[in-house]
Structures are given as C-alpha cells and as structure tokens.
C-alpha cells in the first residue's frame, strides 16, 4: 500500500520540514510558559508573541503534512520553509556564532531543497507522464491537464 501518490522524495521532504515546524511549535509553548511566569513588562505581550510563533508553526506543519500526503499544493510553502530554515542556520552560524546550532539546521533546509527539487519530485509536481517532456506536459496543461482528464473519465 502506497502512502501517497508523491515519490519518495517529496514525502521525506514533508518529513524533514516537519522537525523545524514541531520546533517552532515547543518554542511558542515555551515562550507562552515563561512568560506568564514573569511580571509584565511595557510593550511585551506574551500572548501575541507566543500565538505568532504558534500560528505559523501550525501552518508550517500543515505543509509538511500536505507534503508527506501528497498534496502538490504543499511543494510551494515547502520550498519557502526550506529556505527560511537555511537563513535560520545561515544566521546561528555566522552572525550569532553558534555553528553547533547552525550547522545542522542550515543542512536541514538544504536538504528539504534538495529534495523538493529533484527530478521524480519536479515530475510529479509538473504532472509529467512516463517519458514526457516538460514541454509536453504543458501543452497538455500538466497537473491541471491531468487532473481535467480523470474527472472526465469518472463522469463516463
């Protein structure tokens, strides 16, 4: 049994996504937790500073999710969170000089990169039939094309 119509590459993209999506998650707890612990400071708001990091973190999980199912709509926010994730670990390991934090995030997102971007990934996403060509799956309108030509044959 398949665990999604996606190759291999886009799931454990949607994998790899997921671990700094379930950290920003801890974080935002965490930032909620000590900063009800602590007075109240002018210009601080715990709660909105908490909710930001745990709304997006909900959102980066639902791509990372969208990406293990198989969802193509999930490859675009994917991408995004993979370069985010590679200026996080740009950032710990030059500017803030933490390179034993840096390192391994920044390795994260390029490897998310790189994943999204191969050529069984790029494929399923363009909506390429065996042996065609990009040009090809265009004309044919692609995933779009693809997705057209099913529904019409489920009608019949």
């Known amino acids: 049994m398949k665990l ?86 740009w950032y710990l390991l030059g500017p803030s000089g933490e390179p034993l934090w840096g390192v391994p995030i920044a390795l994260l997102g390029i490897v998310a990169l790189a994943l999204l971007f191969r050529r069984p990934s790029r494929a399923w996403a363009l909506g390429l039939r065996e042996g065609e060509t990009e040009t090809e799956a265009a004309e044919r309108g692609g995933l779009a094309g693809r997705r057209a030509e099913r529904e019409g044959h489920e009608e019949d």
């Open 4 to 89: 999604s119509p996606a190759p291999r590459e886009v799931r454990l993209a949607g994998v790899v996504t997921a671990v700094p999506s379930l950290a920003l998650l801890v974080f935002g707890v965490v930032v909620l937790v000590n900063g009800l612990g602590s007075p109240a400071q002018p210009g601080n708001n715990v709660f909105v500073e908490s909710g930001t990091f745990i709304v997006v973190a909900l959102a980066f999980l639902a791509a990372s999710a969208g990406l293990v199912l198989g969802q193509t709509w999930a490859r675009s926010p994917g991408v995004v969170i993979a370069l985010i994730v590679i200026g996080l670990g």
